[in-house]
């Protein structure tokens, strides 16, 4: 089937969240954030519809489908106001990595629990000092005996405090080279060593962002995830679910500002007409909403060939998809508020936190520079600056 056109079933999946996410939407997640609470209720109830493991394998109680399944989910809620951010994470990144490359124990142990919702794991990759530059991660393992020891420390890394467990990037040295390797570890919550501190965030989100430490963590030889020869292969296989599910999130943001704006624009009057029948305010909404339509058939496009096991395409398409997606989601909330004017800004429309949120997308998780470095020099053949 043509990632163009969008098969029935897909349909019937977007039908089907976008009622489950009518029935919490904006106010419900604004009010558990200002709470300092989680989106529980929500959570559940996808789960109990099977929405959050809709990309895991059957056998271990997922859906069977992928990540082209998992993106509309994600989308669909966000275009209701509602979106569950640790989607991106718990089954799209980990969830995927244990699939995918996990020992057989590693699945049973997490993938039934992370299919169903009531265990749910964090990513750890980004570190204050290296950035966008994963070979400067400085976290390492080393081998002492049967067991792994790791030491380092990470940034912005959301949903600890709810985590079971998180899924930890870091290097270890290659036996025969000596140089340093990507390796992903299991790092259960409650393990000796592993800390974590909340970071003071502007964005309001339900979702809190942290600062780990990991002092000497011991973890048994079962904690790896894989081939340690294999660690590259196995971190971009969790990255590009990573990118496209971010793209998701970002569509569906634009989605919901761009519906409250047409909604105003169509009774909002001021003069004889209501103001969405002038150029100046109708044709930035209509180009706000081709932008979305665009970044929505590149995510698909990423997603049917991460699904159909092309990485390679995948990994660019995923890049072009989370960078379109963020850009159609910057213009699209921008556009948006300034069609409500003040009341753009007011708490009653829900439109001005986005603001905020949706610049989240252009740096998150990885830069739009880094995205266009990428395509410059992989897709384009250009020389390197760094």
Not at 40 to 54: C, T
Not at 239 to 245: A, D, G, S
């Amino acid at each position: 089937m043509s990632s163009t056109i969008e098969s029935a079933e897909h349909k019937a999946l977007r039908t089907a969240v976008a009622a489950l996410g009518q029935r919490y939407g904006r106010e419900y997640l604004a009010r558990v954030a200002r709470e300092g609470g989680h989106p529980d209720e929500l959570w559940a109830d996808a789960a109990k519809l099977g929405y959050l493991g809709v990309n895991l394998p059957e056998e271990y109680g997922g859906g069977g489908g992928g990540i082209a399944e998992l993106s509309i989910v994600l989308e669909e809620l966000g275009a209701a106001g509602c979106p569950l951010l640790m989607m991106v994470v718990s089954p799209a990144i980990c969830g995927t990595v244990i699939a995918r490359f996990g020992t057989d124990e590693q699945k049973r142990t997490w993938l039934p629990g992370l299919a169903d919702g009531s265990r749910t794991m964090a990513f750890g990759i980004t570190e204050p000092d290296a950035g966008s530059n994963s070979h400067r991660i400085t976290t390492t393992a080393r081998r002492d005996g049967d067991d792994w020891i790791l030491t380092g420390r990470k940034v912005f890394i959301s949903g600890v405090d709810i985590a079971d467990a998180t899924l930890i990037v870091g290097r270890a040295e290659d036996a025969r080279t000596g140089r340093l390797k990507p390796c992903l570890f299991i790092v259960p919550r409650d393990t000796p060593g592993f800390g974590r501190s909340v970071i003071d965030m502007e964005l309001q989100a339900a979702e809190k962002q942290f600062e780990l430490t990991l002092d000497e963590v011991r973890l048994p030889s079962s904690a790896l995830v894989g081939d340690e020869d294999a660690g590259l292969l196995q971190l971009f296989a969790g990255l590009n679910p990573e990118r496209i599910m971010t793209a998701a999130f970002a569509i569906g943001m634009g989605r919901y500002a761009l519906a409250r704006a047409v909604d105003y624009a169509k009774t909002r009057q001021v003069w004889k007409e209501p103001i969405g029948a002038h150029q100046a305010v109708a044709h930035p909404l209509a180009q706000a909403h081709i932008e979305l339509e665009l970044a929505r058939l590149m995510t698909q496009k990423a997603a049917a060939l991460y699904d159909a096991g092309d990485d390679m395409g995948a990994g660019e398409a995923a890049n072009m998809a989370k960078y379109a997606a963020g850009e159609a989601c910057v213009r699209a909330v921008d556009q948006s508020v300034h069609t409500l004017g003040g009341n753009g800004l007011t708490r009653e429309y829900g439109l001005g936190s986005l603001i905020t949120a949706s610049r989240v997308a252009r740096i998150a998780p990885v830069s739009r520079e880094m995205i266009l470095n990428f395509v410059s020099h992989q897709t384009l053949g250009l020389p390197k600056s760094y």
